[in-house]
């Protein structure tokens, strides 16, 4: 078991929830729009980043009623839960949320201690699966990126950092291609210099991953999900001496363009399907779902291994089979990882009813099944 004793309050149209007496199957059962969706929104902010749904902080606070004055609390909201890891200590108490009159500044606390959301990431290893995230093989090159990176921090803590002080000397550098006057070229070497430490750093993180991914995808078989191949295509050099050598021959290129043409920031997923050998992107929607999962449930195999592992799945099992359902649920007692799922009905959850923790979900209020 790892979360338990959730609270939300005054969050999406949750004003004060509570989830106790979890298990290593929880399901959320109501209609759509009954804020299923939210509560594992709510558990994804218990990880480094913005959560499953990318949404700015001031938009996950509860609005007020039509009609009446509650303009301090617009923008606050707080989520809190209890966290077991297992090894005999006591849990550990996690907090985020944000305050009313500082909407856009996000909070965390750990033990009651004021604490970053990055820090976060070296209590949990914290993954999903979304609707939204259908269209991941068709999308843009940037959303597979997005999607590469939040895989990786779930194995590597230190995985964010590395990509925020990237990003960081990244936009300084474009800054001085984009300015009246040709950059210093003292102060490009030093810019460059620290986006080829941080950018060589990002490359290794993904390239561990894919590798890890495809020899945990190996040992799976083709069916009843659809098994996926990986490949890590960088947008440059990988390490340190070939991306600084590269961000210096290519300056007058980059100024031309007015941003940074080639680094860790071009990298791109590629995804096949094994057996057909075709790219995922050509395959049809039904085999792209299935390669999805199959990346889920591998990954969650490896999240799992030195930090508790939790798994949120949004909808994923009314679109499947009775044969791929069971499949699904088999592999996912296998990961070790504490798994949230929604579902309007709980017919697809019959062969899980028995070993999971239920509650119903109707209007932002949220009641424990007997």
């Known amino acids: 078991m790892a979360l338990d004793r959730i609270t939300l309050s005054h969050f999406r149209n949750h004003e004060e929830s509570r989830l106790d007496g979890s298990a290593r199957f929880n399901l959320l059962i109501g209609e759509n729009g009954a804020g299923k969706t939210n509560v594992l929104e709510a558990l994804s902010l218990f990880a480094p980043g913005r959560g499953l749904r990318r ?3 001031v938009d996950m606070a509860m609005k007020p009623a039509p009609g009446t004055d509650q303009a301090s609390e617009i923008g606050g909201f707080a989520v809190s839960a209890s966290l077991d890891c297992g090894d005999g200590r006591d849990p550990v108490r996690l907090g985020t949320g944000a305050r009313g009159d500082k909407p856009g500044r996000r909070l965390v606390q750990i033990n009651g201690a004021d604490s ?13 699966l979304t609707p939204a995230m259908d269209g991941l093989f068709t999308d843009s090159a940037g959303v597979r990126r997005r999607y590469l990176d939040r895989l990786t921090l779930a194995l590597d803590p230190g995985h964010a950092q590395r990509a925020t002080r990237y ?9 001085l291609l984009d300015g009246d006057a040709d950059p210093d070229p003292a102060w490009m070497d030093a ?37 996926p191949v990986l490949s890590y295509v ?9 991306l600084a050598d590269d961000l210096r021959r290519n300056r007058q290129r980059d100024r031309a363009a007015r941003r940074t043409l080639s680094g860790p920031h071009r990298d791109e997923l590629n995804v096949a399907m094994a057996g057909k050998g075709l790219p ?5 929607t039904g085999e792209q779902k299935a390669m999805l999962i199959a990346i889920t449930l591998a990954h969650a195999h490896l999240a799992a291994r030195g930090r508790p592992g939790i798994l949120l799945l949004d909808e994923v099992a009314a ?26 009905e709980m017919p697809p959850f019959e062969a899980i009813r028995d070993e999971a923790a239920i509650w119903y979900v109707n209007g932002g209020a949220v009641q424990r099944a007997a």
């Open 234 to 242: 960088s947008g440059g050099p990988t390490n340190e001496a070939g």
């Open 191 to 227: 810019i460059e210099a620290q986006l080829a430490e941080h950018g060589a750093a990002l490359c290794a993180g993904r390239v561990m991953l894919v590798e890890r991914l495809n020899q945990a995808l190996e040992t799976l078989p083709d069916q009843p999900f659809a098994r």
């Open 319 to 344: 679109h499947l089979d009775p044969i791929r359902r069971g499949a699904l649920f088999d592999r996912l007692g296998d990961t070790g990882t504490q798994v949230w799922m929604t579902g309007t």
């Open 280 to 284: 995922a992107s050509a395959c049809s």
């Open 116 to 128: 970053s959301a990055m820090a976060l990431g070296e209590w949990l290893a914290i993954s999903w």
């Open 55 to 57: 949404a700015p902080l």
């Open 167 to 175: 990003e960081t000397a990244l936009r300084e550098r474009n800054r």
